[in-house]
């Protein structure tokens, strides 16, 4: 197949061809046009997801495929699953569906996260810790903070000692570690100890902010899950202090994630689709990251090639995967655009 068309991120016309799923930049003699114009993206990326879970916890595989499904015809053909209660690999092999990294199970304190979804763990977090290494795809998934309802607020759920142990297991066996936090005193101990990731973050400060800055950390904000947070507020009924402290968290959910990006943190899109957020709503995402302050073109990187950068896959190059969206108008200009794919290619396969 024969592509053609504004290639991004440099925005140049170019000539793309497709061979057994993959790119090729050189003319492949009696290949098929199949796009003559437009703007070709690298397939969106999801970098806070999870196929398998659903309102009410672990889903049937045949409903985790309808999710991964509706992801793709939003354009999202990679997936960072931030955590399943269900095995997804049977997914992997489907080349129907979009790339799934999976990071195994949440690992949270008994009584210290929703029922039913993650590994509990009573004191041993570093053997929890290598045994979902091993299950996942290189990312391990901790529970950071979450109510503990003998203080009525959000609290750490491990030590810093349990943290720098832990996370050294899994870069010892070769995979990244990122957590679950809300509130600001869960940071500094993930953050020294090496963690590669915090999600949602809405807790950061002016003092942990430079630090993931300067250590590299990577954060994804899931904007449109943090507007759930004064619904959640709304239900925490008999404990005040932690409803004022997420709609306190809430209120200032665009000035942190504002300062982020201005002290350089690397962000990407995420949408925590799975529990109360619907699948396929990664352009609200990028839409989103731009409201607080990314450039439009950076909103769209941050979804694509930056994020695929990220996690280890090529953009549009000689010897990608054929992963392209291609769109009518230029999405850089109009956000809206990324609505409406005129077409999807994952594989090399259009959808
Ligand atoms: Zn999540």
Redesign the pocket.
Known sequence: MHLRGVVLPDGEPRDLWVVNGRVRTRPVPGAQTVVDGGFLVPGLVDA?C?VGLGSHGGVELSEAVEQALTDRAAGTLLIRD??SPIDTTPLQERLDLPRIIRAGRHIARPKRYLPHIGVEVESDLATAVAEQAAYGDGWVKLVGDWIDRGVGDLAPLWTDDELAQAIKVAHDAGAKVTA?VFGEDALPGLINAGIDCI?HGTGLTDDTISLMASRGTVLVP?LI?IETFPGIADRAGKYPTYANHMRDLHARMSTTVASAIEAGVPVYAGT?A??GIQHGRIVDEIIALHRVGMSAVDAIGAASWNARSWLGFPSLTEGAAADVVVYDEDPRENLEVLRSPRMIMLRGRIH
Do not use: L, Q, S, V
């Open positions: 806070h999870h931030c955590g679950h999600e899931t899950n925590d799975g529990g």
